[in-house]
């Protein structure tokens, strides 16, 4: 009889035993599908948020114009960049209102033979926003920033491109998008000096060629 009930006491634990470790082995399942569902659930939201908002270099499109073609050496031209921007959205004036705003800025890589002289930017209009106590001066619909260049008499001839890259940042009445730089061109032909030249895209320019 002892011994009958000694292997009934040791049965008994044996099965408690592993219970107990079945139990265990079932609170790990559930804790590893607790976190994984929680994973799931942050990356949805998170997915969310990123898609609630479009790609800052996606905001803003520009185009590049040139006032003659061809540009002879020696001779004053312009080049037009006419940006325009996605409904709902605004970007930062090139003298913003606020020390803290990043301005709107187009730099360029200008090939051999090709001299910047003045770059002029559209004022922009005052706004008032959600996010500001004070009216704030952006770029809205569309701008236009008007370049001065001239061709020395070393510019190669031939086709040239103009390289331009805009800096900005974009909002909404919301939130801002990061700070970003998107790339545009402008193709020109140099030609001789004295060589004719027409002027282009007259509804940008003056129907007069630049002198």
Do not use: W
Request: glycine content about 4%; proline content about 8%; hydrophobic content about 50%.
């Amino acid at each position: 009889m002892n011994i009958r009930s000694d292997d009934a006491l040791r049965l008994s634990a044996l099965r408690a035993k592993s219970a107990l470790n079945s139990n265990a082995v079932h609170a790990r399942i559930l804790a590893a599908l607790i976190i994984c569902l929680s994973l799931v659930a942050v990356g949805m939201n998170a997915t969310a948020q990123d898609s609630a908002f479009p790609a800052a270099a996606s905001v803003l499109q520009p185009q590049a114009y040139v006032s003659l073609q061809p540009v002879p050496r020696g001779r004053a031209f312009e080049i037009a960049v006419v940006a325009k921007i996605s409904p709902g959205f605004h970007i930062n004036a090139h003298v913003p209102s606020e020390d803290y705003l990043i301005p709107t800025k187009i730099t360029a890589e200008l090939p051999a033979g090709l001299f910047l002289v003045e770059t002029t930017y559209p004022r922009g209009v005052m706004r008032a926003f959600r996010f500001s106590k004070t009216p704030l001066r952006v770029y809205e619909g569309s701008f236009t920033v008007m370049m001065k260049l001239r061709a020395n008499g070393s510019a190669p001839i031939g086709p040239q491109k103009i390289a331009f890259s805009v800096g900005y940042q974009a909002c909404n009445q919301d939130a801002c998008l990061p700070p970003t730089k998107i790339p545009v061109a402008a193709d020109l032909e140099i030609a001789v000096v004295d060589a004719p030249a027409k002027a282009a895209h007259a509804e940008i320019f003056s129907a007069a060629p630049a002198k």
